[in-house]
């Protein structure tokens, strides 16, 4: 077993303190790896804390992971020692159900194993922040960004896969207008995404402060959601609405922007329930509410490659592991532009 300094929550109410862990020594089929950086998602707090109501203590958080490989198992052969090496949020799935035989384990019928918190039938695992893990050749992704680069592509692990697979499922691209709800660690990566696939991008987002930087990102238009007047201009304009927001908001203000047969899929994922939309909304535009969770490993190791094709990394604060519990705080404030990323350095 190999020793590995960690940080953990040992109850919904207890702050992130330092824990060891155990990890295995890599199988004939696993890589391990030295993390280096690990994005801080808000799906880490609503576990850490309980919020879903699924967690499993101890609870080891992270699974935006970038890092380097340091050993490998005897059959495996898409990577080796001394590459950089991504984690995202599975770590397993059943292998054998439909989803899983069309690329798309995140769906997977008997249920993915996370890269913490666990799974359907499977012990308890811990995430990215810590000094190392392993984990099965098959989930784990390569990174083609320079080095120089690795604290920021951490987040596209999670963010970044989160946006791009919606945003490819339903084509956004030239000649589309695509509107993005909400500019945070999600949303700014849907922008920065959506506007490099060539779509029109409107971004709605409540603070006034953040329309220069919307339109820094990539944003062609920004609406104030809370200006009536700007979202009426909007009415019957957008083919496809990215919903980012992860705190309940009426969904019916985006459903009347969409064209015929338009959709608005949500990625955000509030610990209560949205208001219910108008069902009218829906049936006189022939208009879809959809929802999407992340991507298989290959639309991952897509979605990195096009990042990296088109310089796309997310915009950080860079924290160490000791920070968290403060940054846990800043982030519900919305205090960070857009998402911290701890440096693994500091565990050491």
Not at 191 to 201: E, S, Y
Not at 234 to 241: K, N, P, S, T, V
Not at 307 to 314: E, F, L, Q, R
Not at 323 to 337: F, Q, S, T, W
Request: glycine content about 12%; some cysteine; aromatic content about 6%.
């Amino acid at each position: 077993m190999i020793k590995t300094n960690a940080y953990a929550a040992l109850s919904s109410t207890a702050a992130l303190a330092p824990f060891d862990i155990s990890r295995r020594e890599p199988g004939p089929d696993e890589v391990q790896i030295e993390i280096l950086f690990c994005g801080v998602c808000h799906s880490d707090l609503h576990t850490a804390r309980n919020e879903w109501r699924n967690t499993v203590y101890p609870c080891v958080p992270g699974h935006e992971i970038v890092g380097r490989i340091v050993a490998v198992g005897s059959a495996v052969r898409a990577f080796r020692v001394g590459e950089l090496a991504g984690v995202g949020c599975m770590v397993d799935s059943c292998g054998h159900c439909a989803s899983c035989a069309e690329g798309e384990e995140q769906y997977c019928e008997n249920g993915f194993t996370g890269t913490y918190n666990g799974g359907p039938g499977v012990e308890n695992t811990f995430g990215g922040y810590s000094q190392a893990i392993v984990v099965k050749e098959s989930f784990v992704l390569h990174i083609h960004h320079p080095e120089a680069q690795l604290a920021a592509v951490a987040p596209l692990l999670c963010a970044g896969i989160t946006t791009y697979s919606p945003l490819r499922h339903w084509g956004a691209g030239p000649g589309k207008q695509v509107g993005i709800v909400g500019l945070g660690g999600l949303g700014h990566m849907g922008v920065k995404i959506a506007h490099a696939m060539g779509a029109h991008v409107v971004l709605f987002t409540t603070s006034p402060g953040k329309v220069a930087d919307g339109k820094r990102l990539g944003a062609d238009e920004v609406v104030l959601s809370t200006d009536r007047a700007q979202c009426a201009a909007q009415a019957g304009r957008l083919e496809f609405i990215l919903d980012t927001v992860a705190a309940p908001h009426q969904l019916d203000t985006y459903l009347t922007m969409l064209k015929r047969d338009g959709t608005l899929t949500l990625v955000g994922a509030p610990a209560e329930p949205h208001p219910a939309s108008a069902v009218f909304n829906l049936i006189l535009k022939r208009r879809s509410l959809a929802g999407s969770l992340i991507g298989g490993i290959r639309e991952t190791q897509e979605m990195l490659d096009f990042c990296a094709d088109k310089g796309i990394v997310s915009d950080i604060e860079t924290i160490p592991m000791q920070a968290i519990n403060g940054a846990y705080e800043r982030m519900l404030r919305g205090d960070v532009k857009y998402r911290f990323v701890i440096d693994m350095a500091s565990l050491r």
